[in-house]
């Protein structure tokens, strides 16, 4: 067993982001910025995706491919935490309880957020109906994952729970849930777009 403390440190050491580099299309990050005013957390949206603006190029399907992408990374790296987590000593039997309650949330929400990755990807093959079909398909994934995500999070609210755990879970969670409440709006706006018929090839 490893102590509980190291995975706090962890926890603290991979909080990090990564920068853009400086090279990027100015119209492409336009772009970007954007299509961020109209998800709840346009700041962290820009920061998380500003570095795929050249490849995204102004194409909507692009954008909330790169956006659920980004959420499923993060779900799979809090998935792991929270697995360590639980594995680890020293936490009180109802802490532990909550911590194994997410666990399972969060082993439900990873296949959804991949699922909605995969499906994204093949959207430009889909015409009319079959069109919104896997788009409703996606879009009911990704409440589902953003359900998960809040749900962890609820199981620690009782005040008996409060410590570093608790914190350090919550932390987490908050900044997946705000990841994909952000891709969830990007995936609506390119169904919408589509549904206008405005949006690039
Ligand atoms: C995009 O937004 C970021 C952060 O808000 C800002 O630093 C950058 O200058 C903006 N870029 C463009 C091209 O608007
Ligand atoms: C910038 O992006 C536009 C399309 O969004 C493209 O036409 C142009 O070639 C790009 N310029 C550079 C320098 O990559
Ligand atoms: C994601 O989906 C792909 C293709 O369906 C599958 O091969 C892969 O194992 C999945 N990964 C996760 C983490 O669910």
Redesign the pocket.
Known sequence: MVKLEFYLLVLLISYHYTTSNAATN?TA??Y??ASCRNTRYP?LC?RCL?RYANSIQGNDQKLAKAAISVSLNNAKSTAAYISKLSESSGIKPSVYQAVNDCLNNMNNCVPSLNQSVQELGKMAQFRGQNFEWHMSNVETWVSSALTNQNTCARGFSDGSMDGPVKDAVIRRMNYLSQLTSNALALINRFALKHKAGTHMP
């Open positions: 100015a990050m336009n970007v910025n700041a820009v500003q």
